[in-house]
């Protein structure tokens, strides 16, 4: 079966510390993409990251950073130096080859907050 | 501006009526989906598109009902809404979907519609 675990329902840290929020996926394909989105208090859906099976580099952006590890079905999210304005839902979504057309399965997501 | 439009933005609507949430892109994408986002629960898929024409179930489709007759629109019909459709829609596109191929480009969302059942 496809699933996306969040196990981290809540996160809160003082601006500037560093933050990693987990992701644990399960799939059967191995053909897969892997998606970060941001949902910002006002409540849109924000395009993070898309990684696919085939590529496990790890990918810097600016303060976020993401850690993609096929041997423990892991992509987790790392935002270094964390700001007031990084505290969102962040989702964590799985999209595989062939199932309903490409959508995508979300886990709960992870609320962060962060404080000045 | 290029992307995705919802209407309404919210609304409050009484246990047993009829709704039809709205969404038109501008992007040509050709895949389209519905997704619900309640607490604690994440997005899940109600109703999905690959192309005008074609339609499908997600993984809680049961009360909703979708149409495809263009490639920029995709409403989404609550038959006789209950208080358990209470949540936040969210309409989404993606181009790209290739026969007997794999390019899931990242999908772009519309801002949401609020729906309360009462």
């Known amino acids: 079966a496809q699933k996306v675990t969040q196990a981290q329902t809540e996160i809160s840290v003082v601006e500037k510390e560093d933050v990693t929020l987990d992701c644990v996926y399960e799939?059967?394909?191995?053909?897969?993409?892997l998606f970060w989105y941001k949902q910002p208090p006002s409540g849109e859906l924000v395009f993070l990251i898309r990684?696919?099976?085939?590529?496990?580099q790890n990918e810097i952006s600016g303060r976020y950073s993401w850690n993609f590890q096929k041997s423990t079905s892991s992509f987790n999210f790392t935002i270094t130096a964390s700001q007031v304005v990084d505290s969102a839902v962040y989702f964590c979504?799985?999209?595989?080859?062939?199932?309903?057309?490409?959508?995508?399965?979300f886990g709960k997501g992870t609320t962060l907050s962060v404080s000045s | 501006i290029a992307g995705i439009t919802q209407a309404p933005t919210s609304q409050i609507l009484a246990a047993g009526r009829r709704m039809t949430l709205r969404c038109t892109q501008d992007?040509?994408?050709?895949?389209m989906y519905w997704y619900r986002q309640d607490l604690g629960l994440g997005l899940r898929l109600i109703h999905y598109?690959?192309?005008?024409?074609?339609?499908g179930k997600g993984e809680v489709p049961d009360g909703y009902s979708v149409s495809r007759a263009n490639t920029d629109d995709f409403p989404l019909t609550l038959a006789s809404a209950v208080p358990s459709q209470t949540s936040v829609y969210f309409c989404?596109?993606?181009?790209?979907?290739?026969?007997?191929?794999?390019?899931?480009?990242?999908?772009?969302f519309g801002p949401g519609t609020r729906l309360t059942v009462t």
């Open positions: 992007m040509r994408h050709n895949a």
């Open positions: 989404a596109s993606r181009r790209g979907y290739l026969q007997g191929a794999h390019k899931p480009y990242e999908q772009y």
């Open positions: 979504a799985l999209s595989e080859a062939g199932q309903a057309g490409t959508a995508l399965i």
């Open positions: 799939t059967r394909d191995t053909t897969y993409y």
């Open positions: 598109s690959n192309t005008a024409g074609t339609t």
């Open positions: 990684r696919n099976s085939f590529d496990e």
